[in-house]
């Protein structure tokens, strides 16, 4: 009974353990449902999609009424002293405007590709602040173990210290010694739990609450074998490179819709305007062909405005992509530096290990010193550390690498949790419905539950 009672219990206080600690993927789970910058962007992409609706509906006919009622004094020469009221419907459309309407329609759907490939970019970004904060909280704790575990060896080094001393082995000047890294030992670890601190601060900011334990770091997820490979990919896949082709495309219309902008416009309208007694008292049908002859130079000015812009975009795409090109070599170059660094201080660890064994017998023997034994008890705290950090880099590192792949996504990942739907509200406003229809009233109640 008390063995069951017993394993009861162990299995009840390890799965609870279980239970609190969170892994990596939570943490990036938790600041993508919690994140108000995806929110903020998400709301930028929705104006977006707007601005498709907007040059959709420059393309249907206007109608509009206007009613008055107009006061009467004289009316054939006899004062009548009375009002008169007229209502009056018109409509009118572009019947050909030279594809302007069309160019308009074409940037709204490049701005929606640009603002999409943007919040994919905050996405990236937000998951790898977690990923950072994440890691940086695992290596807070594991250096908080790490001093505390070199506090307890110093305390038990300045003990002997104090009984070799007592009996005549060692002088004054290697207890004071001793004393003194204890001292800076306790400052190291204040200073470790401070850093734990600051750390958990900044993972709350990350994913919304504050860390459980940190489990340990999964394994990593896969990149390409080879540095021309990940710059290939990038070129296809990055983020910020795709802002700028859609940037680019947008500039191009630009130049386009101002050129269409100097030829004519053809327009239809219409109107009927009824009296107080519903007779039809007016009527009106044109075709009317316009066109600008002068306008002191602004004309060509907007052309040459848009031709600028339009250099200004093929000039930044060229720099983005060879932003890109640095920014994977130089992830890249952290990748190795960190796999070399993880494979120096394990045999950094196994040597300073053998060594400070090794003192610590010499120094109970009487051949070595106290300084002795604490040299080698810091020079093995140092290699773990080393160890931690070099870890802690490669995993962050990789991430990085990732989002500069534009790979750094929830989907990609496989965090197995539903995403924001960028399809969803597109589909219903990129045809402009009106807010009377059933579509538009649908889009009402869609939008009011995305601003929850």
């Known amino acids: 009974m008390r063995f069951w009672s017993f394993l009861l219990i162990f299995l009840t206080i390890f799965l609870v353990q279980q239970t609190k600690a969170e892994s990596l993927s939570d943490a990036m789970i938790a600041a ?42 004289e009316k054939s020469g006899v004062n009548v002293d009375t009002f008169a009221n007229y209502l009056t419907l018109s409509g009118s459309i572009e019947l050909y405007n030279f594809g302007r ?29 977690a990923v950072n904060a994440f890691v940086d909280v695992r290596l807070a704790q594991e250096t908080v173990s790490l001093r ?14 104090k009984a070799r001393f007592e009996v005549g082995e060692i002088t004054q000047t290697d207890v004071a010694i001793a004393q003194s890294r204890l001292a800076a030992s306790r400052a190291n670890l ?115 405005l848009a031709v600028n812009g339009q250099n200004r975009a093929q000039a930044a795409l060229r720099q983005a ?18 796999k070399a660094g993880i494979d120096a201080a394990k045999l950094q660890i196994e040597a300073s290990q053998i060594a400070y064994n090794g003192v610590r017998e010499e120094a109970s023997l009487g051949s070595r010193t106290t300084l002795d034994v604490l040299n080698a008890e810091q020079d093995l705290l140092d290699a773990k550390d080393a160890s931690l950090s070099a870890e802690s880099r490669l995993y962050s590192g990789t991430y990085a690498l990732l989002a500069s792949l534009g790979m750094l996504t929830v989907d990609h990942l496989g965090l197995g949790m539903p995403t924001y739907d960028v399809s969803t509200y597109y589909d219903a406003v990129k045809n402009a419905p009106i807010s009377q229809s059933a579509q538009g009233k649908r889009l009402d109640k869609l939008l009011k539950s995305l601003g929850k």
């Not at 505390?148 to 210290?161: G, H, K, T």
């Open 32 to 73: 993508y449902k919690n994140s108000n910058l995806l929110a903020q962007n998400r709301t930028v992409l929705r104006a977006a999609d707007e601005e498709l609706a907007t040059a959709v509906s420059d393309l249907r006919p206007i109608f509009a009424y206007s009613a008055s009622r107009v006061y009467v004094g």
């Open 101 to 129: 309407g069309k160019l308009s329609k074409a940037a709204a759907q490049e701005l929606i590709l640009s603002a999409r490939q943007t919040l994919v970019g905050v996405e990236q970004s937000v998951l790898l602040t």
């Open 148 to 161: 505390q575990n070199n506090y307890r060896l110093i305390s038990q080094e300045l003990d002997a210290a």
């Open 190 to 304: 204040a200073a470790a739990e401070g850093t734990l601190l600051v750390g958990r601060e900044a993972y709350k900011v990350a994913t919304g609450a504050y860390p459980n334990d940190v489990v340990n770091l999964p394994a990593l997820p896969e990149v390409p074998d080879t540095l021309d490979a990940a710059i290939a990919l990038a070129r296809a896949s990055n983020v910020d490179l795709a802002v700028a082709r859609h940037t680019a495309k947008i500039a191009d219309l630009g130049v386009q819709s101002a050129r269409a902008a100097l030829r004519p416009t053809l327009k239809a309208s219409a109107s009927a305007g009824y009296d107080d007694g519903g007779d039809l008292d007016s009527t009106g049908l044109s075709v009317t062909l316009s066109q600008t002859i002068y306008s002191g130079g602004a004309s060509a000015s907007a052309v040459r």
């Open 321 to 338: 992509a060879v932003l890109v090109d640095q920014s994977v070599a130089n992830n890249w170059s952290a990748l190795k530096v960190a």
